[in-house]
């Protein structure tokens, strides 16, 4: 079997067991999604979910989250990782979002990647889940990292690199999906101790014996 058969299994396999999957963030609109993928570096989707209301109570969109400092932003945020860093970016964020495009969240990798604090991870999270970009690209985070390598298709913890293995593979369509599979699946079945006699993997998983928690 060839890699993309074997993923392609693999995916229709994890689209059976989650066909809810939807990203854990909450969010209402591009804005929205934007705020929350750059507050959830290093953070769980839950923590951050638990500020949001305040914020966007707050701060609703870009024009009034641009006329903020840093030091204001802050308290809104403080129970999260990284809350300094994270609060600067998110007011330069807002203001090259107010100055470059009206204060709309743009579409496209070249523009999103333009703004402060949004890197090509929180762009492909955007594209996909806000705009519904089919091809925006495919998001790695932990979870991807830690299966891509048990499944055996990567050999790397480089997101650049895995995203452009699991893109040759993985049905394009699926692309914006895919992430969130995968992230439902590493946190109920193969964690950082894989849960493997109930996985529905094991037969198309090299990992399924012999597993070696990977620290990450
Ligand atoms: S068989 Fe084990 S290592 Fe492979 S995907 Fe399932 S839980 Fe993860």
Known sequence: MSASQ???????????????????LDFNNPFELLVATILSAQTTD???NLVLPA??????DAISMSEATADEIKPYIKTLGLYNNKAKSLERMAKSLTENFNGEVPSTMKELISLAGVGR?????????????PDSGITVDTHVTRLAIRWGFVNT?????????????VPKDHWVKFTTLVIDHGRAICKRKPLCDRC?????????????????
């Open 6 to 24: 074997r993923m392609e299994k693999i995916v229709n396999e994890l689209i059976k067991e989650y066909p809810d999957t939807k990203p854990s």
């Open 46 to 48: 839950k923590a951050v």
């Open 55 to 60: 914020l966007f109570a707050k701060y609703p």
């Open 200 to 216: 529905v993997l094991k037969e198309l998983c090299p990992s399924s014996d012999n597993i070696i928690a990977i620290s990450n």
């Open 121 to 133: 991870k929180t762009a492909n999270v955007v594209m996909g889940n806000a705009f519904g970009i």
């Open 157 to 169: 913890k480089n997101a650049i690199k895995i995203e452009r293995e699991l893109m040759k593979i």
